[in-house]
C-alpha cells in the first residue's frame, strides 16, 4: 500500500502565498494561457492512463473498463467542453438595445474570483479535483487542491504528477488528513468547493463563513428508487443493479433504496437475481468487475449495518472485511425505520422497501432530506410527474441511475443538505467567477436624459 507525504503546514502556507501572488501577476487574465493549462489536464491523464488506472486499482479495486467509463471519461468531457466553449463563457454580455441606457454600453463578463480551495472526497478521487480545476482554470483562477488521504496512491501519484504539468506557481496539491485539512480551511479562499459528508461539510461551511468566502458543497444524501409495476422489470433491475453495484457502492448519485409496491416484491427481486447472476457468473468475490470499499473502517462500517438489518438478504451479504470486500447485497422487506434507512450506506447494498401504493413512497421520500436524486422506473409519464412533483433533489431521472452525471451540459448538484451550487460545465465555470458590471456614460448624456436626477428635486414633484 502507497504511503501518503502528507504536506507539511510550511508548504501550505507557502502554496497559498504563491498562488495568490501568480494570480495577482494577472497572467491568467490570458484566454490562451487558460487554454493551454485546460489542454495539460487532458495531457496529465492522457499521457498517464497506465498509472492512474493502476493506482485507482489499488486505491479503490477498480476495473479499468470502470475507471475509463466513470472516471475518465468524465474529465475528457469536461476539459473538451471547457476548451471549445471557454470564448463564448468568458465574453461579455450587453443588455440589448434600450433607449434610456444605450450610450452607456452597459454590460457584464464572467471574471476570475482568484485563488479557489478544492476538496474532494475517495470515491471519484481524480474527477472530483481535475473537474472542478478544469472550471475554475477555464474561469482564470489559481487553486489548490485538497485529494482525499483515503485513496493513497491516487493522491500520491496527483501530487507528482500535477507539477509536471501545470503552471507551478498558480496550482498545487495539498496532501493530509485532518490536521493539513483544518490548517487550510484556517486561510482566506476566493471560493471554495468542497464535495464529501455533509458533516465535514458543515465544517467547511463555518470556516468559509469566517472569511465569507463563497462556497460550493456538493454532499450526499439517500436517492430514491421508486418501482411501477408497470415498467419493464428485467431493464429496471439491471440499471438499478448497475447504478448501485458500480464502484461498489460508492457513488453519491446511486440508488439508496428501491421503494415498490408490495404485490410487487417477489417479481422484482426475481428480476434482481438474474441481473445479478449475468454480472457476476462466477462470483461478485472472484469477479474483477466489482470494485472493493475504500478502507476497512468504510467495509466495517457497512458490514454492521448488514448485521444490524431487520430486512431479508436475497443476495449477497457477506463481508471480508480485511480485504475491503462487500458482497453487492439485496435486502428485501426492508422495514423505513431500518438501520439501511438511516444514514447514506455509499457500499453495494440496496434495501428494498415494500410501499402500499406511489402516495406511501412519496411520504417515505418525503420524510428525508432532500437527496442527489430521485429515480423513477414506470413507463407511465403521469406516474412519474407525480413521483417528481411531489419531491424535490439535484435530478429527477426516470428509467436509468447514475448517467445524468455523464451527459455533457447537464450540471451535477444538490438541494439543500445534499449541497449547493454545480459541478460540470458552464454552470461549474459560473461557482468560480464572479460577473462584473460596466459601463461608460458620456457628459452629454445629462444634457439630453438623466439630468433630473441632480438636486434639487421639483418642490411639486408627485404631492399627495
Ligand atoms: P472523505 O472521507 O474522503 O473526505 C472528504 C474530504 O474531507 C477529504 O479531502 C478529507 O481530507 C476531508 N476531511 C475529512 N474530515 C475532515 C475534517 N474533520 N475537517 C476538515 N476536512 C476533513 O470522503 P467522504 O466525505 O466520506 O465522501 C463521501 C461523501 O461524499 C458521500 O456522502 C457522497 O455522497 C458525497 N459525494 C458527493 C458528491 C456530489 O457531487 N454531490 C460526489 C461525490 C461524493
Known sequence: MTTLTYTSIEDIEKFHETARRAFDSGKTQSIEFRKDQIAQIGWLLRDNEDRWREALRADLGRHPQENDLLEFVSIY??????????????????????????????????????????????????????????????????????????????????????????????????????????????????????????????????????????????????????????????????????????????????????????????????????????????????????????????????????????????????????????APTVVRDVPVDDVLMGEEIFGPVLPIVPVKDVDEAIAVIRAKDHPLAVYVFSTDKKFQDKVFKSTKSGAAVANETVISAGVPGLPVGGVGPSGYGYYSGKQCFEQFSHYRVSLDNPGWVDTVAFGFRFPPYKPDYKKH
Open 77 to 326: 468531457t469536461e476539459v473538451n467542453m471547457a476548451y471549445k466553449e471557454i470564448e463564448k463563457w468568458t465574453k461579455a454580455h450587453s443588455i440589448g438595445f434600450s433607449v434610456n441606457w444605450f450610450p452607456m454600453h452597459p454590460k457584464y463578463k464572467a471574471e476570475p474570483k482568484g485563488v479557489a480551495l478544492i476538496i474532494a472526497p475517495f470515491n471519484f478521487p481524480l474527477f472530483l479535483l481535475l473537474g472542478p480545476l478544469t472550471s475554475a482554470i477555464a474561469a482564470g483562477n489559481a487553486a489548490v487542491l485538497k485529494p482525499s488521504e483515503q485513496t493513497p496512491a491516487t493522491s500520491q501519484l496527483l501530487a507528482e504528477l500535477l507539477p509536471k504539468y501545470l503552471d507551478n506557481e498558480l496550482y498545487h496539491v495539498v496532501n493530509g488528513g485532518v490536521p493539513e485539512t483544518t490548517k487550510v480551511l484556517e486561510l482566506k479562499w476566493d471560493h471554495s468547493m468542497y464535495t464529501g459528508n455533509g458533516r465535514v461539510g458543515r465544517i467547511v461551511a463555518a470556516a468559509a463563513a469566517k472569511h465569507l468566502t463563497p462556497l460550493t458543497l456538493e454532499l450526499g444524501g439517500k436517492n430514491p428508487a421508486v418501482v411501477d409495476p408497470k415498467v419493464d422489470v428485467k431493464m429496471a433491475a439491471r440499471r438499478l443493479l448497475w447504478g448501485r453495484f458500480s464502484n461498489a457502492g460508492q457513488i453519491c448519485l446511486c440508488p439508496e433504496y428501491v421503494l415498490v409496491p408490495a404485490e410487487f416484491q417477489d417479481t422484482l427481486v426475481e428480476a434482481f437475481t438474474e441481473a445479478y447472476q449475468r454480472f457476476y457468473p462466477e462470483g461478485p468475490e472472484k469477479s474483477d468487475s466489482f470494485s472493493r470499499i475504500v478502507t476497512t473502517a468504510h467495509a466495517a462500517r457497512i458490514k454492521r449495518m448488514l448485521d444490524g438489518t431487520k430486512g431479508k438478504i436475497v443476495l449477497g451479504g457477506q463481508a471480508d472485511v480485511d480485504n475491503r470486500y462487500v
